[in-house]
């Protein structure tokens, strides 16, 4: 249902909470979905929010990558749709000019 | 400074309203001093956190539209929403002095760096307009000048956004090339009827692939569909085409 509609973002929008869990930028982070093979940048995932947390599905089959869901003081983090995440560190020293 | 770069935390810092600017009779530019700002990229975006009194807070992403600079200031250009819940604070109550909590900058993959010399189209639908803002200034700033090419989709003339700076850019910069398409009302004699972008427009208006130029899309959602779908239409390599989504409502998430 959502998965259809013209409703969503992308993973870029999912970054500042995802910096809560991850040390380093996840959306120039390159994944691969564990249902269709694709591997794209996170920041190329759909990002859907009209839920309790957000979901990030596949841009290529639009399986579920990811969930993040924050109740109280828990954050529940399901990475099941995706089999890999790879970061490039070379630009950790880069923080603007 | 080194140590918020080098191991990258994102983390809740103060800014302080150091000046307001009014770009159309909906937006406004906010800048921010942040003292621990770490520096950011051209494409960037903040959240900014208002909490109640109650302790209820709301969180939005806003770009940042000012380049890298050495002031450690930060600038978002933010739209109001009749509906919002947050925009309209920003917009209208907004004061200089007043202290807001700042996260980021965030995101390493919607970005322009100085280092790049491709040929690079930019596409804005309508506020999508301010994290393009950020790449031409900073590329001003750095004095780069690989050719830019922005198209820009606005409801009308008066919703245009940093109107006399990008004229005065497209005035004197003849590698920067600016396109305006109107979707409601345009000026009086303007060659093209209102209406969404198109084949045609593009065609006529933007990089054609075959100098692999890579394009930059920026606006609400169903925008950002339709000119990216377009760019892959007319032969762009889908690897070479960035899009950042506003959401449908066009408010950033």
Redesign the interface.
Known sequence: MSSQS????????A??EL?NIF???I??AEGQCAHCGATK????AHLY?QAPGFVARCATCQHVLLRVVTVNQRVLLDMRGMTYLMFDTS??????? | MAGAALSGRVTWRVGTVVALHDETTTARTIAFHVPDWPGHVAGQHVDVRLTASDGYSAVRSYSIASAPNSEKHVELTVERLPDGEVSPYLTQDIAVGDRLELRGPIGGWFVWRAQQTEPIQLLAGGSGLVPLMAMIRSRGAAGNTAPFRLLYSVREPEAILYRDELKALSDHDGTLTLTFAYTRVAPKDWPRPPGRIDAVLIAHTTWPSDLSPTCYVCGPTPFVESAASLLIAAGHDPNRIRTERFGATGEPR
Not at chain 1, 41 to 44: D, I, L, N, P, Q
Not at chain 1, 91 to 97: A, E, M
């Open positions: 013209d409703d969503y973002l992308d993973g870029n929008a970054a500042g910096s040390a380093i930028d959306t120039a940048h996170f920041a190329e929010t630009r950790l020293h880069d923080s603007g000019q």
